[in-house]
């Protein structure tokens, strides 16, 4: 089955502890995003990943890290965790885009994080 | 990205038809309109695009206006699990970043 999954789903931390979300996907994608989504803010891109070894800042970067060693895996970061980091993080996958794709994305379950 | 208006909420009863309009009143030639669902903090799912033409898909219809500057999402036998919030996003054709608004909250009546 085609699908994005997530790790942990749910996680409660202290601040400072760093932590690591790891994202999977098994559809081949070479692009693959993270947003995070706060109520009354939406989902807002952190970081995306054209390709292995390309990485790029999306609009809310700051105290996130992420990496792209290998195609299938996108894991996100956080290493001195804050409490305005508390939120709902999804990851997104999809195909490049050629003449005949369109820019479907493929979404994770979700990691609602708590940070203490 | 063109900006994306969406009454917040709206409900319809079970079977009929549900009709969400988006306002894209500054769309450019080049940007599609997709729309997304998402159910209950779930990760958003894809429904359909469009540029120009109307489409259809297993899942919903979507009008787009001659003009362009608004559509339709139409989920014709609206059922429970439809209820969820639906977001309209105009993005070019050259970019990969959703840029989500705050949607549509529909709610199915039985």
């Known amino acids: 089955e085609a699908q994005v999954t997530q790790n942990p789903r749910y996680l409660i931390t202290v601040t400072g502890k760093k932590l690591t979300v790891t994202c999977s996907q098994n559809?081949?994608?070479?692009?693959m995003s993270w947003y995070r989504q706060d109520p009354g803010l939406g989902l807002r891109q952190i970081y995306y990943?054209?390709?292995?070894?390309?990485?790029d800042k999306g609009d809310v970067p700051e105290g996130y890290k992420v990496s792209r060693k290998e195609k299938r895996n996108f894991p996100l970061i956080l290493e001195s965790p804050s409490p305005n980091q508390t939120s709902l993080y999804f990851c997104?996958?999809?195909?490049?885009?050629?003449?005949?794709?369109?820019?479907?994305?493929?979404f994770g379950p979700g990691t609602r994080l708590t940070v203490l | 990205d063109a900006k994306t208006t969406q009454p917040p909420s709206m409900d319809c009863a079970e079977g009929r038809a549900a009709n969400l309009p988006c306002n894209h009143s500054?769309?450019?030639?080049?940007?599609?309109v997709y729309w997304y669902r998402q159910i209950h903090s779930q990760g958003p799912q894809y429904i359909i695009h469009?540029?120009?033409n109307n489409e259809t898909n297993e899942m919903a219809s979507l009008i787009i206006t001659e003009d362009r500057k608004s559509s339709t999402l139409i989920l014709p036998h609206a059922t429970l699990r439809d209820t969820a919030v639906y977001y309209c996003?105009?993005?070019?054709?050259?970019?990969?970043?959703?840029?989500f608004g705050s949607g549509t909250r529909l709610l199915v009546r039985p």
């Open positions: 469009g540029l120009k």
């Open positions: 990943s054209m390709n292995v070894e390309v990485t």
């Open positions: 559809m081949n994608h070479e692009y």
């Open positions: 997104a996958s999809s195909q490049l885009r050629t003449v005949s794709s369109y820019n479907e994305q493929f």
């Open positions: 996003i105009a993005e070019m054709d050259s970019s990969y970043k959703l840029i």
């Open positions: 500054t769309i450019s030639g080049n940007e599609y």
